[in-house]
């Protein structure tokens, strides 16, 4: 039996959860085989095969595929997932679309949002906001699990796996793709980044949220993060909300400029491995989960800090 | 199908989302008990998008369901009090796992042969955020989950959803189950009075094992604890202490 990880990637290259997923999958010391959907992929399967501890990657590619639907990502799994007695993916906003259809269709229930995997089929997952730790364990055949991938390292590079072409399935027939916006941006992903300054609502406006948090971004090379309140309020795009309900993250460095700290937002910070926090209000709860802690205007500090920084 | 459509709308009883829960002195499960209990918020805002489909006459009826006990009718009040026509509990005393409650939803569904099923993306207590997918798959619907806006146009849901680095466009066949983001509307306040009057509504109640299907957990649950702990905060005085420190302590800065 072996391990199919279902990999992400955009524009032809492969997202950095792909390595850490093959690394969290050597605990179950089964071979170990990536899935690439997609259209033109060349690039991103050589990406794959150079991981080290891959031992196939498999290819399915068509043109409907250039926006791969859940729809059709879980008939590709179903159609080779009763070969695998593990079958993981990073519990982004596309594998939690995919992998419960896929688990369904399989009569397995899956399991979520796994930050420790403490034997083959024991897991440890936050529920109730990340206010708790629940340990369980699955007594499924095939065990179906979602990752938070930056709990885990990234596997070594310098393999040279097979990559082998299948046949893709008929598309499906229910749905359609439409068309997308992609927020551009010059910055490095939110989910991988090493370093996120994130703001809320206190910010004001999105010309402040830009302008005043884009300069320290720019000179630390990180991230843009904010909370559901200033996303609503329209101070920034809805794909850099952190929380329960957005995008999670665990960079070296995060930078909580005008955050007040609620559970649905830590809960999407809390793995962070150094946290400051800058908030005028001395009780605010930011302060709890911070290492470091300054009580200041944001409109003179971030500036100021932007300043002091080469 | 016609243009007249059916809706049902799956809206779930949780910890409300002020509440910090706790672990049992032994660790084994979290205590609710004497814990204030809620609908969850994602399932206000399905019932609030099926409310406003009514509202433009894209929708005739408006059928809310709730998988638990009889303890659960409270969140099947609060749906009827947004304005569900009608209310079903099917009751269950077991511990229920994302796949349980979709192999019980899917029986459902086709004995009610809804047009469209709305559920919450995910729930705030175990967040498991799969329900509504696993019932897509069981029932060899399309789905559109993590939706922010919702358009009904010649027999299919055209949705935008919420993804890494933006949001898709997606048309989905009907009948289809879409699972509902915080950003698809803001849920409407319920008043007293049609608090009351959700009272006087019927609630049908329909035992679970009636379906006959094994929902048995796949999942045991070894036990529960704290997050890891962080350490205290270290307040610092100015930006140049902070720096500093984040330079020669923390060691994060060049
Ligand atoms: C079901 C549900 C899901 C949710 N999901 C998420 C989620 O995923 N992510 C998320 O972030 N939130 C989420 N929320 C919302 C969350 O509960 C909070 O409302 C939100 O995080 C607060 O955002 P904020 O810190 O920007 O605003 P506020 O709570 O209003 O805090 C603003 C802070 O800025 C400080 N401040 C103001 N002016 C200044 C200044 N000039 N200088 C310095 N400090 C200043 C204030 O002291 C305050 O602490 C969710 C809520 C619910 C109910
Ligand atoms: C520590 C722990 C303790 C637990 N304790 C209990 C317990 O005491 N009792 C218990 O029943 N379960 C318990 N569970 C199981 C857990 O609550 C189930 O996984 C849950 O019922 C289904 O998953 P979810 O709500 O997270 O699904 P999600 O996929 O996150 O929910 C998405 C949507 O599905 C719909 N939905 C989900 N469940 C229902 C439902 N029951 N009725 C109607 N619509 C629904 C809603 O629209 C919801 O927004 C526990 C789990 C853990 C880990």
Redesign the interface.
């Known amino acids: 039996m072996s391990v199919l990880i279902l990999a992400e990637h955009?524009n032809q290259k492969l997202k950095p959860s792909v390595a850490q997923l093959v690394n969290a999958a050597q605990c179950w010391k089964q071979t170990v085989h990536v899935l690439l959907v997609g259209n033109d992929l060349a690039a991103a399967a050589q990406g794959a095969a150079a991981i080290t501890g891959v031992a196939s990657v498999m290819c399915v590619e068509a043109p409907h595929l250039q926006?791969p639907?859940?729809?059709d990502v879980?008939n590709i799994i179903v159609g080779m997932g009763r070969e695998y007695s593990v079958i993981l993916a990073a519990h982004?906003?596309?594998g939690?679309?995919?992998?419960?259809?896929?688990?369904?269709?399989l009569?397995?229930?899956?399991?979520?949002?796994v930050v420790e995997i403490q034997a083959p089929a024991?897991y440890v997952r936050?529920?109730?906001?990340?206010?708790?730790?629940?340990?369980?364990?699955?007594?499924?055949p095939i065990q179906v699990v979602t990752l938070r991938a930056s709990r885990f390292d990234m596997a070594d590079i310098g393999n040279n796996a097979e990559i082998v072409n299948l046949a893709p399935p008929p598309a499906?027939?229910?749905?359609?793709?439409?068309?997308?916006?992609?927020?551009q941006s010059d910055r490095p992903?939110l989910?991988s980044a090493s370093?996120v300054v994130s703001g809320g609502r206190s910010l004001g406006s999105a010309e402040n949220f830009e302008s005043v948090l884009a300069p320290l971004a720019a000179k630390l090379h990180s991230a843009l993060g904010a909370t559901?309140s200033a996303?609503?309020a329209g101070f920034a795009?809805?794909?850099i909300q952190i929380g329960?309900?957005g995008?999670v993250v665990a960079p070296?460095?995060y930078i909580a400029v005008g955050i007040s700290g609620a559970?649905?937002h830590t809960a999407g910070m809390?793995d962070s491995?150094?946290?400051?926090?800058i908030n005028h209000d001395p009780d605010a709860s930011i302060?709890?989960?911070?290492?470091?802690?300054?009580?200041?205007d944001l409109f003179e500090?971030v500036p100021?800090?932007t300043a002091?920084?080469? | 199908m016609g243009d007249l459509m059916k809706l049902l709308v799956a809206v779930k009883r949780v910890?409300d989302?002020n509440i910090?829960?706790h672990?049992k002195p032994d660790g084994s499960n979290?205590e609710l008990a004497g814990a204030r209990m809620s609908i969850n918020p994602f399932d206000e805002n399905a019932m609030e998008e099926a409310m406003r489909l009514k509202e433009i006459g894209v929708a005739t009826e408006v059928v809310a369901v709730t998988v638990g006990t009889a303890a659960a009718q409270d969140v099947l009040r609060h749906a009827l009090a947004m304005g569900a026509d009608r209310a079903i509990l099917l009751e269950s005393a077991d511990v229920l796992?994302?796949?349980g409650v979709?192999k019980l939803l899917k029986i459902l569904v086709e004995r009610e042969q809804p047009s469209l099923v709305l559920l919450g993306?995910?729930s705030?207590?175990?967040?498991?955020?799969?329900?509504?997918?696993?019932?897509?798959?069981?029932l060899d619907?399309?789905?559109?989950?993590?939706i922010?806006t919702l358009n009904i146009e010649n027999g299919?849901a055209?949705v935008t959803?919420?993804?890494?680095?933006?949001?898709?466009?997606?048309?989905?066949?009907l009948p289809?189950v879409l699972t509902t983001?915080?950003?698809l509307n803001e849920p409407r306040y319920v008043k007293l009075p049609n608090l009351m009057m959700a009272k006087k509504k019927p609630i049908q109640t329909i035992s679970a094992a009636e379906f006959g299907i094994d929902v048995s957990?796949?999942?045991?649950?070894?036990?529960?604890?704290?997050?890891?702990a962080?350490?205290a905060?270290?307040?610092?005085n100015?930006?140049?202490e902070?720096?500093e420190?984040?330079r020669s302590e923390?060691r994060?800065?060049?």
Request: with cysteine; hydrophobic share 45%; aromatic share 6%.
């Open positions: 955009e926006h639907l859940a729809e879980a982004s906003a596309f939690r679309n995919v992998l419960p259809r896929a688990a369904a269709l009569d397995v229930e899956m399991v979520g949002n024991t936050p529920i109730y906001v990340g206010n708790v730790f629940a340990t369980v364990r699955s007594k499924d499906s027939a229910k749905t359609r793709w439409l068309s997308e916006i992609r927020n992903e989910g370093v559901r996303v609503d795009p809805n794909d329960q309900t995008t070296e460095l559970v649905q809390q491995k150094i946290v400051v926090a302060f709890q989960m911070a290492d470091y802690g300054l009580i200041a500090a100021a800090l002091a920084l080469p | 910890v989302y910090k829960v672990i979290v796992e994302p796949l979709a993306k995910q705030i207590d175990d967040d498991t955020c799969q329900t509504g997918q696993m019932l897509a798959a069981l619907y399309g789905q559109g989950a993590f922010s299919e055209v959803r919420e993804i890494e680095g933006g949001t898709e466009k997606i048309a989905v066949a289809a983001d915080l950003r957990p796949r999942l045991a649950l070894v036990k529960v604890a704290d997050p890891p962080r350490k905060c270290a307040m610092v100015n930006v140049q902070l720096v420190k984040l923390a994060v800065l060049p």
